[in-house]
């Protein structure tokens, strides 16, 4: 396995891992990234990808993309799930099934 820094590029393994995060409970039926991103409260936490303040690594096993962990600050009017403050970044982290 491979850790690299993500990058502006990889905003779709980001979205694929998003749904990944979102499906954690067992039995969860894994939705389509379309549908996950459909949900303004998901969408956020990959749309418009490598703004400032962003950062993460996506790990690869060759070039198959197997898991991401990320980061992104948000402002008070359009928080996220975990938001405590404009200066601490939330963490996204989402791992491919098997």
Do not use: C
């Not at 096993?61 to 404009?86: M, N, Q, S, T």
């Amino acid at each position: 396995m491979l850790l690299r820094p993500a990058t502006a590029a990889d905003v779709d393994v980001l979205a694929a891992m998003l749904v990944e995060a979102a499906s954690w409970r067992p039995g969860t039926v894994r939705r389509p990234v379309a549908e996950v991103l459909a949900l303004p409260g998901n969408a956020h936490y990959v749309q418009g990808w490598h703004r400032p303040g962003d950062g993460g690594v996506v790990a690869l096993e060759g070039d198959e993309a197997i898991g991401a962990a990320w980061w992104r600050l948000f402002a008070a009017d359009d928080p996220g799930y975990g938001w405590v403050d404009k200066h601490t970044p939330e963490l996204s982290i989402g791992v491919a099934e098997g």
